[in-house]
């Protein structure tokens, strides 16, 4: 499975599915699970659904990218997830 900001459809959405309150019920899941913490953000756009943020690790990416494809299956994510650089700076910072 690709998450590098792409676009991915699982199927046809069941009939007489309510795309708002499953992302509703899906941000409430988020917030109340370990990954609640971070800066992650879930959008109706049209038919289909933007996830967004910073996550710490390609690891934690790649866990809440699934997760809102699978909680989503049926309709059109675009994952625009990116890991935060943790590295250390190559360089002193000037402050003058």
């Known amino acids: 499975m690709n998450h590098h900001g792409g676009e991915r459809t699982s199927g046809p ?14 941000r409430e899941r988020i917030a109340g699970g ?3 913490e971070l800066g992650v953000r879930l959008e109706v756009r049209g038919e289909s659904v933007l996830l967004t943020g ?8 790649e866990e809440i990218c699934g997760l809102v494809d699978a909680e989503l299956a049926g309709h059109r994510v675009h994952c625009d997830v990116v890991v935060a650089d943790a590295s250390s700076p190559d360089h002193a910072e000037d402050l003058a």
């Open 13 to 26: 959405p069941a009939c007489g599915d309510n795309l708002e309150y499953r992302v509703a019920h899906l």
């Open 54 to 61: 910073t996550v710490p690790s390609a690891h934690c990416r």
């Open 34 to 36: 370990p990954l609640g």
